[in-house]
């Protein structure tokens, strides 16, 4: 018998000072069976590093929300589509190979990949120059201890709040909080 996704839900209300974007987002993720909640909360936070490009980019008319991940390797983590169903961003977690990246470049206006395993150094030496042709993606590296801490965030119900300041995402609840700065190395 197979195992099913773990349903979680989220409210997270975004303030992204550098983007002069605010809004407040009701989302559901499915952690899929084999993805631990260190993984799922690095997809919500990505989603919300990219939220204000809801407005900038689709002027509002749009829809941010998760894909279906390790369920479907042909899916994105996360993605933004404007109202005529392109997609204009598309968000990987973890170490995607070079193949699904260049696919995943030539089906988005903008990829977006966040890694952040603990091999993730050893992942991007492997890996970078089979990436350099690839002008619409940026990669990001989300320190581990970051990471790591999202996992405490993790419950079935959320209620989150997410600042971005000068590159820095603040996510926390009431309870606690975990800056996030990640690393550009693409």
């Not at 997809?43 to 479907?72: P, Y």
């Not at 800056?179 to 693409?186: A, G, H, N, T, V």
Request: negative net charge.
């Amino acid at each position: 018998m197979a195992l099913k996704s773990t349903v979680f839900k989220a409210q997270i209300a975004v303030a992204d000072i550098d983007h002069g974007y605010y809004a407040d987002h009701a989302l559901t993720l499915a952690r899929h069976p084999s993805e631990t909640d260190e993984r799922m909360m690095v997809r919500l936070a990505a989603l919300a590093f990219h939220a204000h490009e809801l407005q900038t980019v689709c002027g509002g008319d749009g829809t941010l929300a998760f894909g279906k991940g390790l369920s479907d390797p042909d899916e994105p983590d996360a993605w933004l589509r404007d109202f005529t169903g392109q997609t204009r961003l598309w968000i990987e977690v973890g170490q995607p190979d070079d193949t699904a990246l260049a696919k995943a470049c030539r089906q988005s206006e903008q990829v977006a990949v966040y890694a952040f395993h603990h091999a993730a150094e050893v992942w991007w030496k492997g890996i970078e120059t089979k990436l350099t042709r690839l002008s619409n993606l940026a990669v990001w590296r989300i320190p581990s201890q970051a990471s790591q801490a999202l996992e405490a965030l993790a419950q079935r119900s959320m209620q989150l709040q997410a600042t971005i300041q000068e590159g820095v995402l603040m996510l926390g609840d009431a309870n606690r909080h975990v800056d996030i700065e990640p690393l550009r190395w693409k």
